[in-house]
C-alpha cells in the first residue's frame, strides 16, 4: 500500500524545484555596496565629503554614523543620489579636533544590513605639510545659453600633482554615462557640451593627493533659454536720389528664432514668398522716377513687426509767384509772393538791384516766409526786386522782377563844396553843388550866415533860395568875418547844415581853401591836400596844427601848393588841422577844424611789470601791465609769450600765440616739473610785434618725486640688522629738492605680509644708506625706499626681500694692557648673549693710521693674547668678536694711545737730487715706521765743509718736509751731511754721514752729481762733458 504513494512523491519534486527556482529568481536580497567612501585629509574652514552607494532589494536605506549615533548637526548635510543609490555626506566647515573621527556609513534593507567605515583628518592651517593641494584658479560664474558649450576652469597643484574631481550641487559629477557630453579635459576643467536647462547649477572642483583634500570655492552655471520677438537690428532707412538713380536698402533683423525678412511696395510683394531669406534682405532700386514708400516686414513664430522706408526722388524748385509790393517807405520794401510749389521749400533769396544798374543783384539768404521787408534802401531810387527758392537739391529759377521806388525823405546830407567869396566889401557870392544823397526831389535850399557863430544856427540870418545853386548876400559890415552854412530840403523836411564856411568882408582878402583834407600815409606823416579858393590871387596858405585837443598849437608857411605833407609826427596820434589862404591884402578866413590820426605802428617798448608765479608743479602763471600808452603806437590787439626750459628734458623753445589784449596774465601749463624756465612778453599791433621783454627766470613748483630710488640693495648685516643702500632717483624724476628718505619694511611670511608695516626717516638729501636695526632673527623682510620733497612721499621703490641671520653672539668683555715692551695684552671674556655654545673668537688689531689690520682666530677656550711689535707713539684699534654656529657676532672696539718718545731711528735714503755749484737739493724718507716713535714734528740737517772740521751748520726742516736745499756753498768743494727726525720729545739720532760735491764754475759744460754708496760710506762726485 506503499507504492503509490511513493509514485505521488516522485511525480510532485519537480514541481516544487521549479517552484523555488521561480521563488528565488524574484526574491529579496541584502544591500551591496557599489561605491564605497575613502579616508580623508581636509583642512579647518573647508570641506569633507564622503559618498557612499549601495544596491538592493528593496532598495537599501543609507544611514551616516559618528561614533555609533546618527550624525545630526547644523554643519553635516546628507544629500541624496537623484536615482536613490545612496547619499553624500558633506561637512562644512570643518573643525579641529571635533570633527575628526571614524565616519560609518549603514545601509540596509528587510534582508540584510551592511557598513563601511572612513576617517576624516582636519588639519589647522599650520600643520599643512608640504604639497598639500592648492587651488590655484577655481571656476567662475557662468552664464551660457542652452545648446551653447560650457567650460568650468580649474587649475590645482601639490606634490604630488593632484587629482581633479567635479561636485555638482554638492553630488559627484559622473562624466561616463552621458555620451560624452561632459568631459574633464586634461586641464583638470569641465567641459559641457549641447548645454541644457538641467546642468544648471553650483560647481565646485576639488583636488586630491596623499597629502590631503582641497575644494574651491562653489560657482554657480546658468544655461539661459531665448526666446526672442523679432525686431529691427539695422531699420531700413530713408533716401533721396535724384531722377533715374538706384539705390539699395538694407533691413536686419535678429530674434529667436531668428524671424523671416521680406519688401513690400503698399499691398505687393516684392519678395518671393519661396525665396524669403532669414535674418537680412536688400532691395535693390533702379532708375527710379517717383518718390514711394518701401515696406519691410520681419516675422516668426513670436510675432510681425514692420518698418517703412521712404524713397524720395529730388528737383529743383520752379520759380516763385512775381512778387507783390505790399508797403513802401523811404528805406523798405515789403514784398509777399506766391510759393509757385507743390513740393517742400527749404528757404527764399530775395534779389535786389538799384534799376537800370549793371551791379549784380544783391541777396538775402535763409527767408523761411513768403513776406519780407527788405530794409537798407536809400529813399527816392528805384530798385528791382525778384525772389528764388531754394530745397535741399539746390536752388531753382528767379521769378519775375518787380520793379519800385522807395519813398522820398529829407537829404541825409548837405549840399556839397559850398564856397563864398567877395564882390565888394558888402556882398559876398555864395555857390554849392547838390547833395550826395538827396533822397527826393529837392525843393530847395536856405543860406544861413553871421557874424557870432557860437549863437545858435536858429539866430543866424537866413537866405532862402528857390531853385539855384549860386546867390549873392549883400548889406553885410565890412571888415568883418562871417560864417555861412547851407541846406537842402525836400517835400518831406530839411538836410543836415553844410560845414561853416568863413569869410571876410574885405577886398582882395582870398576866401576859405575848398576840400580840406587828411590823410594819413605812414606811422610818421600826413598829407593835407585842399582846392585854391576860385579868382584869388593867393601868395602862400598858413597851417595851424596840433598834437590832439590840447595839444600846443605849431604854424606852417607853405608854397601857393594844393598840398603838404606834414611829417616827423608820432605814430597813432590824433592830430587837427586849420587851413588859411594869404594874398598881399591879407590872410584869409581859415577852415574848419580836421582831424587826422596817423597809421599804427609796431610798439616800441615791452609790456611792463613782467611777473611770474608758479601754482603748481606743472604750470606759472604770467602777469603782465601793458606798455606805456606812448609807447604803444597804435591799439594792442593781442600779447605773445616765449618760454624755454633751462635745466629740463624739452629745451626747445615755444611760443604762444594771440592772447587777447584784454589779457594781463596767462597761465602756461603741461610744463616740467621742479625746471627753470626763462620766460618774456611781447606786445603786438595790427602792424607787427614790439621788442620782447627782459626775461624772466622763474622754477616751476616741486611735487613728489614721480621715480623711486635706484639701486636699492638689502644685506643683512646680523641677525637683527639690514644695511639698506640705495641711489637718488633720476634728476628728471626728482621734481624737487630732495629733503629725505623713508625706508618702509614688513615681516613677510609665505609670501604675503605680516603684522604693522613699519618706516624709517633719514632727513638728509645726501643719503644713501640706512642701517635698520631691531629685526627678528632668521626672518624675512620686505624693503622699500621712497625719497620725499617738501611735497610729500614719491614713489616707492621695487620691493627687496632679504632674511635676516640666525642670532650670533653679543659682543664680547675686551681688556687691553700696554707693557713697556712694545707688547700690548689682550684679554676678554665670553659675551652675556651667546646664542648657543661658542666656536671661537677672532681679533682684529693694528695702527689706526694704516689700511689693513692683523686677523686672528682663537678657539673658544682661549681668553688671551700678547700683540707684539707695539710702537710707540701711534694710536692702535682692537676689534674682538664671538663666533657661534651662525657666525661672528658683534665686534667689540677698544683703542689705545702708547705715548710718544724721540726717535729711535734715523731718516733714511738721504741722497743728492741735484746740485749747482752753489746749492745741493736733498731728500731723505721717514724714518722706519717702527723707529719713529711718534708724529715727527720736524728734521735736522747737519752739514759742514770737509776741509773745516769745527764749523757745522745745523738747520731745521719745518713743517717736517723731505726734501731740503742747501744754498750759498762753495763751488767745487765737497760737504759732509747728515740728518734727523723729531717728535715731540725730542730728536732721534742722526743718520750716517754723506757726502756731496758742489760743481765747478764752468760755463760751457754740463755735469751730472753721481753718488754711489759703498760698504755703509756714500761718496759723491759728478761727471762733466
Same mark, same amino acid.
Request: proline share 8%; glycine share 6%.
Given at each position: 500500500?506503499?507504492?503509490?504513494?511513493?509514485?505521488?512523491?516522485?511525480? @510532485?519534486?519537480?514541481?516544487?524545484?521549479?517552484?523555488?527556482?521561480?521563488l528565488?529568481?524574484?526574491?529579496?536580497?541584502?544591500?551591496?555596496?557599489?561605491?564605497?567612501?575613502?579616508?580623508?585629509?581636509? @583642512?579647518?574652514?573647508?570641506v569633507?565629503?564622503?559618498?557612499?552607494?549601495?544596491?538592493?532589494?528593496?532598495?537599501?536605506?543609507?544611514?551616516?554614523?559618528?561614533?555609533?549615533?546618527?550624525?545630526?548637526?547644523?554643519?553635516?548635510?546628507?544629500?541624496?543620489?537623484?536615482?536613490?543609490?545612496?547619499?553624500?555626506?558633506?561637512?562644512?566647515?570643518?573643525?579641529?579636533?571635533?570633527?575628526?573621527?571614524?565616519?560609518?556609513?549603514?545601509?540596509?534593507?528587510?534582508?540584510?544590513?551592511?557598513?563601511?567605515?572612513?576617517r576624516?583628518?582636519?588639519?589647522?592651517?599650520?600643520q599643512?605639510?608640504?604639497?598639500?593641494?592648492?587651488?590655484?584658479?577655481?571656476?567662475?560664474?557662468?552664464?551660457?545659453?542652452?545648446?551653447?558649450?560650457?567650460?568650468?576652469?580649474?587649475?590645482?597643484?601639490?606634490?604630488?600633482?593632484?587629482?581633479?574631481?567635479?561636485?555638482?550641487?554638492?553630488?559627484?559629477?559622473?562624466?561616463?554615462?552621458?555620451?560624452?557630453?561632459?568631459?574633464?579635459?586634461?586641464?583638470?576643467a569641465?567641459?559641457?557640451?549641447?548645454?541644457?536647462?538641467?546642468?544648471?547649477?553650483?560647481?565646485?572642483? &576639488?583636488?586630491?593627493?596623499?597629502?590631503?583634500?582641497?575644494?574651491?570655492?562653489?560657482?554657480?552655471?546658468?544655461?539661459?533659454?531665448?526666446?526672442?520677438?523679432?525686431?529691427?537690428?539695422?531699420?531700413? #532707412?530713408?533716401?533721396?536720389?535724384?531722377?533715374?538713380?538706384?539705390?539699395?536698402?538694407?533691413?536686419?533683423?535678429?530674434?529667436?528664432?531668428?524671424?523671416?525678412?521680406?519688401?513690400?511696395?503698399?499691398?505687393?510683394?516684392?519678395?518671393?514668398?519661396?525665396?524669403?531669406?532669414?535674418?537680412?534682405?536688400?532691395?535693390?532700386?533702379?532708375?527710379?522716377?517717383?518718390?514711394?514708400?518701401?515696406?519691410?516686414?520681419?516675422?516668426?513664430?513670436?510675432?510681425?513687426?514692420?518698418?517703412?522706408?521712404?524713397?524720395? &526722388?529730388?528737383?529743383?524748385?520752379?520759380?516763385?509767384?512775381?512778387?507783390?509790393?505790399?508797403?513802401? #517807405?523811404?528805406?523798405?520794401?515789403?514784398l509777399?509772393?506766391?510759393?509757385?510749389?507743390p513740393?517742400?521749400?527749404?528757404?527764399?533769396?530775395?534779389?535786389?538791384?538799384?534799376?537800370?544798374?549793371?551791379?549784380?543783384?544783391?541777396?538775402?539768404?535763409?527767408?523761411?516766409?513768403?513776406?519780407?521787408?527788405?530794409?537798407?534802401?536809400?529813399?527816392?531810387?528805384?530798385?528791382?526786386?525778384r525772389?528764388?527758392?531754394?530745397?535741399?537739391?539746390?536752388?531753382?529759377?528767379?521769378?519775375?522782377?518787380?520793379?519800385t521806388?522807395?519813398?522820398?525823405?529829407?537829404?541825409?546830407?548837405?549840399?556839397?563844396?559850398?564856397?563864398?567869396?567877395?564882390?565888394?566889401?558888402?556882398?559876398?557870392?555864395?555857390?554849392?553843388e547838390?547833395?550826395?544823397?538827396?533822397?527826393?526831389?529837392?525843393?530847395?535850399?536856405?543860406?544861413?550866415?553871421?557874424?557870432?557863430?557860437?549863437?545858435?544856427?536858429?539866430?543866424w540870418? *537866413?537866405?532862402?533860395?528857390?531853385?539855384?545853386?549860386?546867390?549873392?548876400?549883400?548889406?553885410?559890415?565890412?571888415?568883418?568875418?562871417?560864417?555861412?552854412k547851407?541846406?537842402?530840403?525836400?517835400?518831406?523836411?530839411?538836410?543836415?547844415?553844410?560845414?561853416?564856411?568863413?569869410?571876410?568882408?574885405?577886398?582882395?582878402?582870398?576866401?576859405?581853401?575848398?576840400?580840406?583834407?587828411?590823410?594819413?600815409?605812414?606811422?610818421?606823416?600826413?598829407?593835407?591836400?585842399?582846392?585854391?579858393?576860385?579868382?584869388?590871387?593867393?601868395?602862400?596858405?598858413e597851417?595851424?596844427?596840433?598834437?590832439?585837443?590840447?595839444?600846443?598849437?605849431?604854424?606852417?608857411?607853405?608854397?601857393?601848393?594844393?598840398?603838404?605833407?606834414?611829417?616827423?609826427?608820432?605814430?597813432?596820434?590824433?592830430?587837427?588841422?586849420?587851413?588859411?589862404a594869404?594874398?598881399?591884402?591879407?590872410?584869409?578866413a581859415?577852415?574848419?577844424?580836421?582831424?587826422?590820426?596817423?597809421?599804427?605802428?609796431?610798439?616800441?617798448?615791452?609790456?611792463?611789470?613782467?611777473?611770474?608765479?608758479?601754482?603748481?608743479s606743472t604750470?606759472?602763471?604770467?602777469?603782465?601791465?601793458?606798455?606805456?600808452?606812448? *609807447?604803444?603806437?597804435?591799439?594792442?590787439?593781442?600779447?605773445?609769450?616765449?618760454?624755454?626750459?633751462?635745466?629740463?628734458?624739452?629745451?626747445?623753445?615755444h611760443?604762444?600765440?594771440?592772447?587777447?589784449?584784454?589779457?594781463t596774465?596767462?597761465?602756461?601749463?603741461?610744463?616740467?616739473?621742479?625746471?627753470?624756465?626763462?620766460?618774456?612778453?611781447?606786445?603786438?599791433?595790427?602792424?607787427?610785434?614790439?621788442?620782447?621783454?627782459?626775461?624772466?627766470?622763474?622754477?616751476?613748483?616741486?611735487? @613728489?618725486?614721480?621715480?623711486?630710488?635706484?639701486?636699492?640693495?638689502?644685506?643683512?648685516?646680523?641677525?637683527?640688522?639690514?644695511?639698506?643702500?640705495?641711489?637718488?632717483?633720476?634728476?628728471?624724476?626728482?621734481?624737487?629738492?630732495?629733503?629725505?628718505?623713508?625706508?618702509?619694511?614688513?615681516?613677510?611670511?609665505?609670501?604675503?605680509?605680516?603684522?604693522?608695516?613699519?618706516?624709517?626717516?633719514?632727513?638728509?638729501?645726501?643719503?644713501?644708506?640706512?642701517?635698520?636695526?631691531?629685526?627678528?632673527?632668521?626672518?624675512?623682510y620686505?624693503?622699500t625706499?621712497?625719497?620725499?620733497?617738501?611735497?610729500?612721499?614719491?614713489?616707492?621703490?621695487?620691493?627687496?626681500?632679504?632674511?635676516?641671520?640666525?642670532?650670533?653672539?653679543?659682543?664680547?668683555?675686551?681688556?687691553?694692557?700696554?707693557?713697556?715692551?712694545?707688547?700690548?695684552?689682550?684679554?676678554?671674556?665670553?659675551?652675556?648673549?651667546?646664542?648657543?655654545?661658542?666656536?671661537?673668537?677672532?681679533?682684529?688689531?693694528?695702527?689706526?693710521?694704516?689700511?689693513?689690520?692683523?686677523?686672528?682666530?682663537?678657539?673658544e677656550k682661549?681668553?688671551?693674547?700678547?700683540a707684539?711689535?707695539?710702537?710707540?707713539?701711534?694710536?692702535?684699534?682692537?676689534?674682538?668678536?664671538?663666533?657661534?654656529?651662525?657666525?661672528?657676532?658683534?665686534?667689540? &672696539?677698544?683703542?689705545?694711545?702708547?705715548?710718544?718718545?724721540?726717535?729711535?731711528?734715523?731718516?733714511?735714503?738721504l741722497?743728492?737730487?741735484?746740485?749747482?755749484?752753489?746749492?745741493?737739493?736733498?731728500?731723505?724718507?721717514?724714518?722706519?715706521?717702527?723707529?719713529?716713535?711718534?708724529?715727527?714734528?720736524?728734521?735736522?740737517?747737519?752739514?759742514?765743509?770737509?776741509?773745516?772740521?769745527?764749523?757745522?751748520?745745523?738747520?731745521?726742516?719745518?713743517?717736517?718736509?723731505? #726734501?731740503?736745499?742747501?744754498?750759498?756753498?762753495?763751488?767745487?768743494?765737497?760737504?759732509?751731511?747728515?740728518?734727523?727726525?723729531?717728535?715731540?720729545?725730542?730728536?732721534?739720532p742722526?743718520?750716517?754721514?754723506?757726502?756731496?760735491?758742489?760743481?765747478?764754475?764752468?760755463?760751457?759744460?754740463?755735469?751730472?752729481?753721481?753718488?754711489?754708496?759703498?760698504?755703509?760710506?756714500?761718496?759723491?762726485?759728478?761727471?762733466?762733458?
Amino acid at each position: 500500500m506503499l507504492v503509490p504513494s511513493c509514485r505521488t512523491m516522485h511525480v @510532485v519534486r519537480p514541481v516544487v524545484v521549479l517552484l523555488c527556482l521561480l521563488l528565488y529568481a524574484d526574491a529579496e536580497t541584502p544591500p551591496k555596496f557599489t561605491r564605497t567612501p575613502v579616508d580623508q585629509t581636509g @583642512v579647518s574652514g573647508g570641506v569633507a565629503s564622503f559618498i557612499c552607494q549601495a544596491t538592493g532589494d528593496p532598495r537599501p536605506k543609507i544611514v551616516w554614523n559618528k561614533k555609533g549615533k546618527k550624525v545630526s548637526n547644523q554643519r553635516f548635510e546628507v544629500i541624496e543620489f537623484d536615482d536613490g543609490s545612496g547619499s553624500v555626506l558633506r561637512i562644512q566647515p570643518l573643525r579641529t579636533p571635533r570633527d575628526e573621527a571614524i565616519y560609518e556609513c549603514v545601509a540596509s534593507n528587510s534582508v540584510g544590513e551592511i557598513s563601511v567605515s572612513t576617517r576624516l583628518t582636519v588639519l589647522r592651517e599650520d600643520q599643512i605639510p608640504r604639497g598639500f593641494p592648492t587651488i590655484d584658479m577655481g571656476p567662475q560664474l557662468k552664464v551660457v545659453e542652452r545648446t551653447r558649450t560650457a567650460t568650468m576652469l580649474c587649475a590645482a597643484s601639490g606634490n604630488p600633482d593632484p587629482e581633479i574631481t567635479w561636485f555638482k550641487d554638492f553630488l559627484p559629477v559622473d562624466t561616463s554615462n552621458n555620451n560624452g557630453r561632459i568631459k574633464q579635459l586634461r586641464s583638470g576643467a569641465l567641459q559641457i557640451e549641447l548645454s541644457e536647462e538641467s546642468d544648471q547649477g553650483k560647481y565646485e572642483c &576639488v583636488a586630491t593627493n596623499s597629502a590631503g583634500t582641497r575644494y574651491s570655492a562653489p560657482a554657480n552655471l546658468y544655461v539661459r533659454v531665448r526666446r526672442v520677438p523679432p525686431r529691427f537690428s539695422i531699420p531700413p #532707412t530713408n533716401h533721396e536720389i535724384m531722377p533715374g538713380g538706384s539705390v539699395n536698402i538694407t533691413c536686419v533683423a535678429v530674434g529667436s528664432p531668428m524671424p523671416y525678412v521680406k519688401w513690400m511696395l503698399g499691398a505687393e510683394d516684392l519678395t518671393p514668398e519661396d525665396d524669403m531669406p532669414i535674418g537680412r534682405n536688400v532691395l535693390e532700386l533702379n532708375d527710379v522716377r517717383q518718390s514711394a514708400n518701401y515696406t519691410c516686414v520681419a516675422m516668426s513664430t513670436l510675432g510681425v513687426i514692420e518698418a517703412i522706408a521712404q524713397i524720395t &526722388v529730388k528737383a529743383l524748385p520752379k520759380p516763385p509767384g512775381t512778387p507783390v509790393v505790399t508797403e513802401s #517807405t523811404a528805406t523798405s520794401i515789403t514784398l509777399t509772393w506766391d510759393s509757385g510749389n507743390p513740393e517742400p521749400v527749404s528757404y527764399y533769396i530775395i534779389q535786389h538791384k538799384p534799376k537800370n544798374s549793371e551791379e549784380p543783384y544783391k541777396e538775402i539768404d535763409g527767408v523761411a516766409t513768403t513776406r519780407y521787408s527788405v530794409a537798407g534802401l536809400s529813399p527816392y531810387s528805384e530798385y528791382e526786386f525778384r525772389v528764388v527758392a531754394v530745397n535741399n537739391i539746390g536752388r531753382g529759377p528767379p521769378s519775375e522782377p518787380v520793379s519800385t521806388r522807395t519813398s522820398e525823405q529829407a537829404p541825409s546830407s548837405a549840399p556839397r563844396n559850398v564856397q563864398a567869396r567877395m564882390l565888394s566889401s558888402t556882398t559876398i557870392l555864395v555857390q554849392w553843388e547838390e547833395p550826395e544823397e538827396p533822397n527826393g526831389q529837392i525843393q530847395g535850399y536856405r543860406v544861413y550866415y553871421t557874424m557870432d557863430p557860437t549863437q545858435h544856427v536858429n539866430s543866424w540870418m *537866413k537866405h532862402n533860395v528857390a531853385d539855384s545853386h549860386i546867390t549873392t548876400i549883400g548889406n553885410l559890415v565890412p571888415q568883418k568875418t562871417y560864417s555861412v552854412k547851407v541846406l537842402a530840403f525836400t517835400s518831406v523836411g530839411d538836410g543836415p547844415l553844410s560845414s561853416d564856411i568863413q569869410v571876410i568882408t574885405q577886398t582882395g582878402v582870398p576866401g576859405q581853401p575848398l576840400n580840406f583834407k587828411a590823410e594819413p600815409e605812414s606811422e610818421t606823416s600826413i598829407l593835407l591836400s585842399w582846392t585854391p579858393p576860385r579868382s584869388d590871387t593867393i601868395s602862400s596858405y598858413e597851417l595851424v596844427y596840433k598834437d590832439g585837443e590840447h595839444g600846443e598849437e605849431q604854424r606852417v608857411s607853405t608854397e601857393p601848393t594844393t598840398s603838404y605833407r606834414l611829417q616827423g609826427l608820432r605814430p597813432n596820434s590824433l592830430y587837427l588841422f586849420r587851413l588859411a589862404a594869404r594874398s598881399p591884402q591879407g590872410l584869409g578866413a581859415s577852415t574848419a577844424e580836421i582831424s587826422a590820426r596817423t597809421m599804427q605802428s609796431k610798439p616800441s617798448a615791452p609790456p611792463q611789470d613782467i611777473s611770474c608765479t608758479s601754482p603748481s608743479s606743472t604750470s606759472i602763471l604770467v602777469s603782465w601791465k601793458p606798455p606805456p600808452v606812448e *609807447k604803444q603806437n597804435g591799439i594792442i590787439t593781442a600779447y605773445s609769450i616765449k618760454y624755454i626750459g633751462i635745466d629740463g628734458e624739452d629745451v626747445k623753445p615755444h611760443e604762444i600765440l594771440g592772447i587777447s589784449s584784454d589779457s594781463t596774465q596767462y597761465l602756461l601749463e603741461q610744463l616740467e616739473k621742479w625746471t627753470e624756465y626763462r620766460i618774456s612778453v611781447t606786445a603786438h599791433t595790427d602792424v607787427g610785434p614790439g621788442p620782447e621783454s627782459l626775461a624772466v627766470l622763474i622754477r616751476t613748483d616741486e611735487d @613728489v618725486p614721480s621715480g623711486p630710488p635706484r639701486k636699492v640693495e638689502v644685506e643683512a648685516v646680523n641677525s637683527t640688522a639690514v644695511k639698506v643702500s640705495w641711489r637718488s632717483p633720476v634728476p628728471n624724476k626728482q621734481h624737487g629738492q630732495i629733503r629725505g628718505y623713508q625706508v618702509h619694511y614688513v615681516r613677510m611670511e609665505n609670501g604675503e605680509s605680516k603684522g604693522q608695516p613699519m618706516l624709517k626717516d633719514i632727513m638728509l638729501a645726501d643719503a644713501q644708506e640706512m642701517i635698520i636695526s631691531g629685526l627678528q632673527p632668521e626672518t624675512t623682510y620686505s624693503f622699500t625706499v621712497t625719497a620725499y620733497t617738501t611735497k610729500g612721499d614719491g614713489a616707492r621703490s621695487k620691493p627687496k626681500l632679504v632674511s635676516t641671520t640666525g642670532a650670533v653672539p653679543g659682543k664680547p668683555r675686551l681688556v687691553i694692557s700696554h707693557t713697556q715692551m712694545n707688547t700690548a695684552l689682550i684679554q676678554w671674556h665670553p659675551p652675556v648673549e651667546t646664542f648657543g655654545p661658542l666656536q671661537g673668537y677672532r681679533l682684529k688689531f693694528g695702527r689706526k693710521d694704516m689700511d689693513t689690520l692683523t686677523i686672528m682666530e682663537f678657539s673658544e677656550k682661549e681668553d688671551h693674547f700678547t700683540a707684539t711689535d707695539i710702537h710707540k707713539g701711534a694710536s692702535y684699534v682692537f676689534r674682538l668678536s664671538a663666533r657661534n654656529k651662525v657666525g661672528f657676532g658683534e665686534e667689540m &672696539v677698544k683703542e689705545i694711545s702708547v705715548p710718544e718718545e724721540v726717535p729711535s731711528g734715523f731718516p733714511q735714503n738721504l741722497h743728492s737730487e741735484s746740485s749747482t755749484s752753489t746749492s745741493v737739493q736733498l731728500t731723505w724718507q721717514m724714518p722706519l715706521l717702527a723707529e719713529r716713535n711718534g708724529i715727527i714734528t720736524k728734521y735736522t740737517i747737519l752739514y759742514r765743509d770737509i776741509n773745516v772740521a769745527y764749523q757745522p751748520v745745523e738747520l731745521a726742516v719745518v713743517p717736517a718736509d723731505t #726734501t731740503m736745499t742747501l744754498s750759498g756753498l762753495k763751488p767745487d768743494t765737497t760737504y759732509d751731511v747728515k740728518v734727523r727726525a723729531h717728535t715731540s720729545k725730542g730728536p732721534g739720532p742722526y743718520s750716517p754721514s754723506v757726502q756731496f760735491r758742489t760743481l765747478p764754475v764752468d760755463q760751457g759744460r754740463i755735469c751730472l752729481l753721481m753718488a754711489l754708496t759703498f760698504k755703509g760710506v756714500s761718496v759723491c762726485g759728478y761727471q762733466c762733458f
